[in-house]
């Protein structure tokens, strides 16, 4: 890793909707690569994206602002889509709030704007930014298979849904995620001073890509395991052991499981919930409170206060995501101790994690990578909770851009080793249990 650089997530407003900032980012990454080009040469270029978003695009140009996926979707137009929506068992997506499903967003737009249906393709998000760098535009089945409703994990090809509603002849030809789609277009590289070979390829959705940087690891490989990645979202992707012991019919829709695609093109059992989110509404937006390492030894030895006092989180505090949709978020006991109040929400955050990883059968290796992967009361507890998984963690440069970059280089090693997780020398059995007993009571009274 020589550089990273980062910019503050921002929306714009349309009048209809609220939209993804695609020309502050594309600004933004212009100057970005003119840094870049001057610190070292740069052969290649990688992108990477969310997987609720896309690019309608006609000629050389956005045909309308992408959609963000936060922005609440009118009612009346949700209860329209969803009478149109495939069951989930054909397409592993849930029917999940908002825009998060990309067909109810492309369902929208075109609501909004029947004119988008004609002489317009669809991008995914990550594919757009390969497009506006060489002009080619392209698909991708990680970036297709994860939660959007267009797609067919089983059979691998677009969804009934898609093809009825024509978006399948739109979308973008499919290409591999480590395929090269072509080199910089000359305004690019008149705006960056990279290159003119500057190779870029196709690219993937950001889970996935964590999920390849897992798979760099010894430890896991092509091992049963289970990837929990952390961040705003914590995902959770298991690689069965083979077709046998995946069972995609168990997977519960109502409780934020859904099926994901590998980069290969394989069905990947994945669940979900808005941990960093959360985390920040419990304890504010400073959440590196949570993992930054000084912190650790007094959120440690606050902790058996918190189990004794009964001090705990009840879930959620991000209403229609996680394990627990429907929960109305509270404290039980809320410390007043700061340290001891972080310690309980990183035990709030290990309970929601264990309760996903049981949903899609999590077993015997289990890889916490992202930011929150540095919180020691968080992993150390999920360790606990899972008594019969080797826990491992990986530092934040192993993660999404190591696995964009095993693409070019597959047999690429780790710069770092990963860590196995010595569980928290103590029972939180009994804990979890009163925490589960007094969600089914919630969930009753609802």
């Not at 015997?364 to 150390?380: C, D, K, T």
Request: with cysteine; charged share 25%.
């Amino acid at each position: 890793m020589i550089e990273r650089r980062v910019r503050a997530n921002a929306r714009v407003t349309t009048g209809s909707y609220a939209a993804l900032d695609a020309a502050g980012i594309e600004a933004w990454l212009a100057e970005v690569l003119r840094d870049f080009a001057r610190l070292a040469d740069v052969g290649a270029i990688i992108p990477v994206g969310h997987g609720a978003a896309a690019a309608i695009i006609r000629g050389d140009r956005l045909a309308c602002p992408p959609l963000d996926y936060e922005d609440a979707m009118p009612e009346s137009l949700r209860a329209r889509y969803d009478v149109e929506r495939d069951a989930f068992s054909d397409t592993g997506s849930p029917a999940l709030p908002d825009g998060l499903n990309l067909g109810a967003q492309i369902f929208r737009l075109e609501t909004l704007e029947p004119d988008l249906a004609n002489d317009t393709q669809i991008l995914p998000w990550a594919q757009y930014w390969s497009w506006l760098l060489c002009g080619v535009a392209a698909s991708e089945v990680t970036s297709l298979g994860c939660h959007t409703d267009l797609w067919n994990p089983l059979t691998g090809k677009p969804s009934a849904l898609a093809e009825r509603r024509g978006w399948a002849a739109r979308l973008a030809p499919l290409r591999g995620a480590s395929e090269v789609l072509g080199t910089l277009t000359p305004a690019w590289v008149a705006r960056t001073g990279l290159p003119a070979d500057t190779e870029v390829h196709c690219g993937l959705h950001d889970s996935n890509a964590a999920l390849l940087a897992a798979r760099g690891f010894a430890e896991i490989a092509d091992s049963e395991s289970t990837v929990l990645s952390t961040g705003t979202w914590f995902v959770a992707m298991r690689s069965p052991k083979d077709v046998a012991s995946m069972d995609t019919s168990r997977l519960d829709e109502a409780r934020d499981c859904l099926i994901n695609v590998d980069a290969l093109g394989k069905p990947t059992p994945s669940a979900r919930f808005m941990g960093g989110r959360e985390i920040e509404t419990l304890i504010g937006l400073d959440t590196r409170r949570i993992d930054i390492a000084p912190d650790q030894p007094a959120l440690l030895a606050a902790l058996p206060d918190v189990l004794a006092d009964g001090a705990m989180v009840l879930p959620t505090f991000a209403p229609g995501f996680g394990p627990f949709p429907q929960g109305g978020g509270r404290w039980i006991a809320e410390p007043g101790d700061h340290a001891a109040r972080r310690a309980a929400v990183s035990l709030y955050a290990a309970l929601v994690a264990d309760a996903s990883l049981g949903l899609i059968g999590t077993q015997e290796r289990l890889l916490i990578e992202g930011r929150f992967a540095e919180g020691q009361v968080f992993v150390r507890a999920l360790a606990a909770l899972q008594p019969d998984v080797r826990v491992y963690t990986g530092k934040a440069h192993n993660d999404v851009s190591y696995g964009a970059l095993r693409l070019l280089e597959a047999a690429l090693p780790p710069a770092e080793p990963l860590e196995l997780v010595a569980p928290l020398d103590v029972d939180l059995a009994p804990y979890r249990d009163r925490w589960r007993q007094k969600i089914g009571r919630m969930e009753k009274a609802a």
